[in-house]
Nanobody, 125 residues
């Protein structure tokens, strides 16, 4: 019964900001590894970042380090991605994902078990 539902995508100007949300259910939200991934047409799915909700420690891909930040709302079991200084190359479908219980924090998509439907982010110059 795990369900992940992304929202908050849209069109923004380069240099702007956007907040994506991932509403979750059926997860041990206080102790789970979750991540944000993105995929542009014709490209492989790639990591944006990942977090362990136990202490909200997060890691990020070099392409977004310093620009994107993952946070959580434990009360409502929501995972956020705060995007700042967005660039046209950030344009992609963004997905929320979660691992089954167990190790560990990773940026490899193939290790994630549950996925949302995605939300589109388009950045214009």
């Amino acid at each position: 019964q795990v369900q992940l539902v992304e929202s908050g995508g849209g069109s923004v100007q380069a240099g702007g900001s956007l907040r994506l949300s991932c509403a979750t259910s059926g997860l041990p939200f206080s102790d789970v590894v979750m991540g944000w991934f993105r995929q542009a047409p014709g490209k492989e799915r790639e990591a944006v970042g990942a977090t362990w909700t136990g202490n909200t420690y997060s890691i990020y891909d070099d392409s977004v380090e310093g620009r994107f930040t993952i946070s959580i709302d434990k009360s409502n079991a929501i995972l956020y991605l705060y995007m700042t200084d967005v660039k046209p190359e950030d344009t992609a479908m963004y997905y929320c994902a979660a691992r089954k219980e167990g190790p560990g924090l990773t940026l490899l998509p193939r290790y994630y078990d549950y996925w949302g439907q995605g939300t589109q982010v388009t950045v214009s110059s």
